[in-house]
């Protein structure tokens, strides 16, 4: 069956004999559910004949509402339950676009199909922008065109129902999951802070027992008084630490953000771990200077701890670091720290990042270092992954930090 509509004035059947065709419908599937729909149209005949073709489809019923004007429909919408709009766009009180957006106003979350006269290309596009579902034109669709667009809609409109649920939990998630956090680290903050005192008391306490010459005369003693300072040691490294991880969000969040020359940050790490560095017989080349944006602090420990990462982790020969910098498409640089170390196997490549997570016992370290680099990292909108290293030895630590604007 053929909806017409004149587009010179408001009558849209040109051929009434369409109505006796709605015997026609029966052949046609129903509708599973039955969506009470809102029909916005001032022109009586066109009305009566659109819910005909809903009714023979098993949509429209007793509970099908009809406004005229759209202060009728935003009464019908404030009172009444509705799950779909069918609005015309030129209506004795609103014309156009203020249709829709007056719907969107009183329903903001129902599905719209604008049924118009107009076949203007873009008052379709800026009907579907300003929020309709689909968009029928008079005379130029029939009753299949109808409900099919009505399923659409109805689909549509389901779906991004569920996505707004799921957007409203996933927000609320990520509150908990902030305000859990911050607690955390603000814990952490405090306790690393406070146990840092007693532990270096502790430590000052078993050097005097060990300098005195009961305990040096005793190599049991002795012993125990040095595995005693190292599991101290141990502890205030793990307390500064944790301190450093807790206070990276303070630091990232203060908007003390600067620009920084990649070649500035690797030479200032060059001169603060020259003993170690000279130790390890390390050469350090930087191939692409970029400028990169963040905060210094935060920079120069993650410099510093990828360095120090590779002098901890060297294999026998002299070590080799190679910092290479390119510009992405998105506007970010892409930083990799490569070395030929001893390496990572690939199945631990990611295991590493997590806080306290050690794979070789050759060294002090305490399993915190690239788990703040991981912070530091994300906390400037970048990402972190390791990859192959020089000539296939070593690791490759590789990272994004935003661009210099």
């Known amino acids: 069956m053929k909806v017409h509509a004149a587009t010179s004035n408001k009558s849209p059947i040109t051929d009434t004999s369409a109505m006796d065709a709605h015997s026609s419908f029966g052949t046609h599937p129903r509708l599973t559910e039955t969506p009470r729909v809102l029909l916005i149209e001032d022109d009586e005949i066109f009305a009566e004949l659109t819910v005909l073709i809903l009714a023979e489809r098993g949509i429209a ?16 919408l404030r009172s009444e339950s509705v799950d779909l709009i069918l609005a015309d766009l030129s209506l004795p009180d609103a014309v156009g676009l203020d249709v829709v957006r007056s719907c969107l106003e009183v329903a903001p979350d129902l599905p719209i199909i604008v049924l118009t006269a107009c076949r203007e290309v873009e008052v379709a596009l800026e009907a579907l922008s300003a929020g309709a579902q689909d968009y029928l034109v008079k005379g130029e669709f029939n009753d299949e065109d109808l409900l099919r667009a009505i399923r659409y809609s109805m689909a549509r409109a389901q779906g991004e129902a569920a996505l707004r649920a799921t957007l409203r939990a996933l927000e609320e998630s990520n509150h908990q999951l902030e305000e859990s956090n911050g607690q955390l680290e603000e814990y952490a903050s405090i306790a690393s802070h406070d146990l840092r005192s007693p532990v270096r008391t ?29 599991c101290l040691a141990r502890l205030e490294a793990m307390l500064e630490g944790l301190l450093d991880y807790a206070q990276a969000r303070d630091l990232s969040s203060s908007g003390d953000f600067r620009d920084e020359e990649l070649s500035l940050l690797v030479d200032e790490t060059v001169r603060d771990l020259a003993a170690d560095l000279d130790t390890a017989r390390a050469e350090i080349a930087l191939d692409g200077n970029r400028a990169v944006r963040g905060h210094p602090v935060l920079l120069r420990s993650l410099f510093h701890n990828l360095v120090a990462n590779a002098v901890k982790y060297r294999s026998d020969l002299p070590l080799r670091i190679v910092v290479t910098a390119e ?15 001893i390496g990572i196997e690939l199945k631990y490549r990611t295991k590493v990042f997590e806080m306290f997570e050690r794979l070789s016992s050759r060294n002090e370290g305490i399993g915190l270092g690239l788990s703040l680099c991981h912070r530091i990292v994300s906390l400037h909108g970048g990402r972190i992954w390791i990859e192959d290293g020089l000539d296939g030895d070593g690791i490759a630590m590789c990272f994004t930090l935003p661009g210099a604007p």
Do not use: H, Q, Y
């Open 202 to 230: 502790a430590r000052v306490f078993n050097g005097r027992m060990m300098s005195s010459p009961t305990v040096r005369d005793d190599p049991k003693l002795a012993l125990l008084g040095s595995e005693l300072d190292g």
């Open 327 to 341: 510009e992405t498409r998105d506007g970010r640089v892409l930083v990799k720290v490569a070395d030929n170390g």
């Open 61 to 76: 019923d007793d509970r099908t509402l009809i406004a005229g004007s759209m202060a009728a429909a935003s009464d019908l």
